[in-house]
């Protein structure tokens, strides 16, 4: 019995794995760019550039790093997109909720549903082969846009990240929470950073804070009243002087997130602390955090079980 017990522990160590992760530190400084093509240089100044999966080989994620960039991979995990390559692999009758206000071709989606979460996965495996080093899962809170039509609740995007999470984490992609403030302190250990829109602007700089104060980044943009327009003066020192947003890598964009920006200073916060709740060490913008996977816990089990037998 011992020695089944030793082999059945070894064949669980051999399958333990030790993945490390991006463990970015509040006042990162950034590049968000959704409507165009990335460029394939680290622009300069930026730490961190965010962009869309589908539209940007693989070859262009590759060269951003090379050239010094952290890689943040944006896609929708909580909206469906006709347009997306994986559109067909939707069920239109049980995984969509309610079109998105003011989003043609987006509908909700039912974050509960099986088949959204294996679409999830293989985006996720999507952003691994591409060597992205975190993830920019958006529209996550159809708690606040009537649950989606779905009856979609807080408690439900919780699950949903802690899903999302655990899943980017195993395949060493750090995972970002957009927007959901409401839900920050039930999932700040499990998120690495925050990518919020327009704080400021609905006065809810507060809800994301947290971020800060563990020493993750909060990668915020300021919108631009309208769209291709350049704010006048009043309006950056407005919007880069909030006492509000003190210690976020905050970003004044265009609606289109094209590659446009005017780029705030960043002041540190001066309750941030020196490393974050997840990571026992402190980490910088270049750091990796490394990530047990359960069957080290398993293993640990199995060897005390076989001490007492």
């Known amino acids: ?25 509040a006042g990162t400084p950034w590049q968000i760019i959704l409507s165009q093509n990335l460029p394939t240089q680290c ?10 999966l589908e539209a940007n080989e693989a070859s262009t994620w590759s060269s951003l790093k090379a050239s010094g960039c952290k890689t943040i991979c944006y896609f929708s ?9 994986d559109a067909d692999q939707f069920n239109n009758s049980t ?3 309610a079109p998105l206000d003011g989003w043609p071709g987006e509908w909700w989606l039912n974050t509960k549903s099986s088949n959204v979460r294996r679409i999830m996965q293989q985006r996720l495996d999507t952003a691994a082969k591409k060597g992205c080093d975190g993830v920019d899962p958006d529209n996550i809170d159809a708690y606040e846009n009537d649950g989606g039509g779905l009856g979609l609740t807080q408690d439900d995007a919780i699950d949903y990240i802690n899903f999302l999470s655990g899943e980017a984490h195993k395949r060493g992609l750090a995972m970002g929470l957009k927007n959901g403030g409401a839900i920050v302190s039930s999932v700040l250990n499990v998120t690495d950073y925050e ?7 609905y006065d809810e700089c507060d809800t994301v804070r947290p971020f800060i104060n563990a020493n993750k980044p909060v990668f915020g943009i300021e919108y ?9 003066q009043e309006t950056i020192d407005k919007i880069c002087d909030n006492d509000s947003a003190e210690g976020f890598s905050t970003l ?22 020196s490393s974050s709740p997840a990571a026992t060490q402190t980490a910088d913008s270049g750091a990796c955090v490394p990530h047990m996977a359960a069957g080290v816990l398993v293993l640990w089990f199995a060897g005390v079980f076989a001490f007492l037998m």
């Open 1 to 25: 019995m011992r020695n089944f017990i030793t082999a059945a522990a070894f064949i669980i160590a051999v399958d333990a794995t030790n993945v490390s992760y991006w463990q970015p530190t």
């Open 224 to 232: 631009t009243k309208k769209e291709s327009t350049i704010p006048d």
């Open 252 to 273: 004044i964009k265009h609606m289109n997130l094209n590659d446009w920006k005017i780029s705030c200073n960043i002041t540190a916060a001066a309750n941030s602390t």
């Open 43 to 52: 622009p300069n100044g930026v730490k961190a550039i965010d962009g869309d």
């Open 195 to 201: 990518v919020n829109e327009q704080c400021q602007d």
């Open 95 to 97: 995984d969509l909720g």
């Open 77 to 85: 995990a909580g909206s469906y997109e006709n347009w997306r390559q």
